[in-house]
Nanobody, 124 residues
Framework: QVQLVESGGGLVQAGGSLRLSCAAS????????MGWFRQAPGKEGEFVAS????????YYADSVKGRFTISRDNVENTVCLQMNSLKPEDTAFYYC?????????????????WGQGTQVTVSS
């Protein structure tokens, strides 16, 4: 089992920045990759970004590429999402996730463990 706890959400004006963190505990030695997903009210959840634990290889949704940066700290077992140039359409509940298998993709079904989420609200 891996437990995940997100922090860092909040309210920010359009164009501003926020930094989300996700702390992992438990069987952290088994982590292959971690991802961030988000879900806005009335919308489907969507992939945001992911990172491979071993080499830091990253993947991003087109909607956030160039604005968001995912990073990890293997010692502290944390993953962060630096969000710059935020837009109102970035408003959502953000979740971090990891899985039991070697998966780093965009399908939430590939992830087994999820945090409780943190709210990000971007005002126009």
């Amino acid at each position: 089992q891996v437990q995940l706890v997100e922090s860092g959400g909040g309210l920010v004006q359009a164009g501003g920045s926020l930094r989300l963190s996700c702390a992992a505990s438990g069987r952290t030695f088994s982590i292959y990759a971690m991802g961030w997903f988000r879900q806005a009210p009335g919308k489907e959840g969507e992939f945001v970004a992911s990172i491979r634990w071993s080499d830091g290889d990253t993947y991003y949704a087109d909607s956030v590429k160039g604005r968001f940066t995912i990073s990890r700290d293997n010692v502290e077992n944390t993953v962060c999402l630096q969000m710059n140039s935020l837009k109102p359409e970035d408003t959502a509940f953000y979740y971090c996730a990891t899985g039991r298998g070697a998966y780093i993709g965009t399908n939430p079904g590939g992830y087994n463990y999820w945090g409780q989420g943190t709210q990000v609200t971007v005002s126009s």
